[in-house]
């Protein structure tokens, strides 16, 4: 069996990464939420792969069955260079080599500018972190939007691990095996398409059941077309919030992290009101009062905020 990195590169891509910019403490955020089966974070090697569905690029379920592969991006001085193996050779087309590009800048959020951030909140003492600079910090984007939505109604009021060990049970049960060309111990499957979440039995992975039914009506929306995640901030909030089960901390959340919103702010956040006072935590309400100074950049205060709480 070939190690992914010596099976055929369908696809590469380099980029500059504007500083000041905190690349570990992005990769920090995703290794601890990272997917068993499906990615491997290195935070000290500045490495971050995972598992991909190539025919998930296009827009709708694919025509011609998946196509799988890894992906693996490495970060070194001021540049970020990434590459797709897959087992089948041949470059990827050239629309969906842009696709890869345009994930890849939400992914890392590599349009940031980090003078407007420093502008817009280097004067807030409540964002304070550990002396860095707030110029530095990045929003922890998404690879594919559908993923990030599940993982956020699975993360419904339940810790960062609980919502992890939740989305590898739904990985191990409806996600795609990868061929024997590229697996290995870290990287045995891709996350489920909307058609897989849907049709699965929610229940067995362990949910309740009226997350197990907020889920499976969000798989079935995003699947029919009903619900398009590429659509505007503000109509993918109000069509998540129209599903019974998703409230406005999910929509903000996927706001956030999915649709690349700079302004998106989960004010009920636990983590976030712990982050303003531990043994007195604001209230949602207050919270988003507060926020309201760090407009339009309220998601990036929400990363240092959970940067503050966590020590980082």
Known sequence: MLPPWMSPVVCSFEASCRRPFDVRGLLEFFAVR??????????????????????????GPPEDGPRLGILRVDFGGSRLSAEVHATASGRLESHLE?????????????????????????????????????????????????????????GQQISVAGARTLAGR??????????????????????????????HDLPTIGLPGSRARALGDLASEVSTGALRLD????????????????GPWTAEYV??????????????????????????????????AMAEAWRPLRAYAAILLWRRASGG
């Open 170 to 199: 739904l990985v191990a049960a409806a996600g795609r095996e990868l061929p024997a060309g590229l697996r290995r111990p870290g990287f045995e499957r891709t996350f489920p398409g909307p058609e897989q979440v849907a049709s």
């Open 231 to 246: 659509a505007g901030p503000h109509e993918v909030r109000r069509r998540l919030l129209d599903i019974k089960g998703i």
């Open 98 to 154: 842009d696709e890869v590009e345009r994930r890849l800048r939400g992914l890392f959020d590599l349009e940031a500018n980090p003078d407007a951030i420093r502008s817009g909140l280097s004067r807030a003492p409540e964002l304070a972190s550990g002396g860095r600079s707030p110029a530095s910090v990045r929003i922890p984007g998404a690879w594919c939007r559908f993923e990030t939505a599940v993982r956020a109604v699975l």
């Open 34 to 59: 990272a997917l068993p089966g499906v990615e491997v974070v290195d935070a000290e090697k500045l490495v971050y792969r995972r598992t991909v569905d190539l025919a998930r690029l296009s827009p």
């Open 255 to 288: 706001a956030m992290r999915a649709l690349g919103d700079c302004d998106a702010f989960p004010a009920s956040d636990l983590g976030l009101r712990k982050a303003i006072d531990r043994d007195q935590p604001p209230s949602a309400a207050e919270l988003e």
